[in-house]
């Protein structure tokens, strides 16, 4: 029968096996019966219905009595069923207490051990979308300082990766100097910066006329990009990224001397000496 069928299945998601479940619902519905007689209802060997019988007494679901030849009587399907619905939950819960003991030892063992120099390594993207995705990675990982030296026109390209960087950076609120190189009026670099900055957000920037390294950025002294000769699909620059030390440091003092030399942008409405630092925002922007 089509209901029987279906009684079958639902037994099935308690832990039943479509054996054990046809001999349980004969016993539910003879309420008390024989071996002889669920064989003749469920179409099963007598001697498969004795090897089924202790699991489903096991499981609390049936009781046999003391005569001869035995009857098997079924407990009734609510207390039944509830008591396995109570034991599945009891193991659950050992189970996801067991995993969350793993959890805090793992944690624990993994944040006491020494921290391991990281190797340094140096990687190659080729593809916008890896350069996206290693991009956002990256400024996440950023907690103290932001670096980034970079020919004007790429700022001002809608769909360049530095424009991209640059405005998520300082959105995190982190320490950001941004160094132009620009050989026109340091104007025209106020205007830039004056389209790009978010709103609410500070960050300082200088611009100067030339610099013997250029289009790169610096995160925490940790990790530096490079922008290369090497082209996207989308004719952006390939990025060289690495955590090398030597090649940071280089970099580094490269900007220092740069940036000892450049001019502040000028916000608008205020005009600042050279060599001054000043924070950048558009409410002063639009003032």
């Known amino acids: 029968m089509v209901m029987e069928e279906d009684l079958v299945v639902k037994l099935e998601s308690f ?19 024989s071996v002889g007689k669920i064989s003749k209802c469920t179409g099963l060997h007598r001697q498969d219905i004795y ?9 609390g679901l049936i009781s046999k009595t003391i005569d001869k030849p035995f009857m098997i009587e079924a407990i009734p399907i609510e207390k039944a069923l509830e008591t396995l619905i109570l034991k ?6 050992k189970r996801i207490s067991h995993l969350e003991n793993n959890f805090k030892e793992m944690i ?6 020494p921290e391991r120099k990281e190797e340094t390594r140096f990687s190659l993207l080729t593809t916008d979308e890896a350069i996206r995705n290693s991009g956002s990675l990256a400024i996440k990982k950023i907690k103290n300082e932001y670096i980034m030296c970079i020919d004007l ?5 809608p769909s360049s990766h530095f424009r991209d960087f640059l405005q998520t950076v300082v959105r995190t609120k982190t320490k950001t100097r941004l160094l132009i190189i620009n050989k026109e009026a340091n104007e025209i670099a106020r205007q830039t910066i004056d389209k790009l900055a978010p709103i609410d957000v500070e960050f300082t920037s200088k611009s100067i006329d030339k610099a013997s390294c250029k289009n790169y950025q610096i995160i925490d002294s940790k990790e530096i990009w490079i922008a290369t000769q090497q082209k996207t ?5 390939s990025m060289l990224c690495t955590n090398d030390q030597n090649l ?5 003092e490269n900007f220092k001397r740069s940036w000892t030399k450049a001019k502040t942008t000028m916000t608008a409405g205020l005009a600042v000496s050279s060599l001054a630092f000043i924070s950048l925002s558009l409410i002063e922007m639009l003032a």
């Open 233 to 237: 699909e989308a004719g952006h620059p």
């Open 153 to 157: 026109e790429n700022i001002q390209s």
């Open 15 to 33: 832990g039943f096996t479509v054996n054990q479940a046809k001999v349980y619902l004969c016993i539910i519905q003879s309420r008390k019966t």
């Open 108 to 113: 624990n063992s993994i944040q006491k051990q």
């Open 248 to 252: 940071i440091s280089v970099y580094k």
């Open 88 to 93: 599945e939950r009891e193991k659950s819960n």
């Open 51 to 59: 090897k089924l019988l202790p699991k489903l007494e096991k499981m």
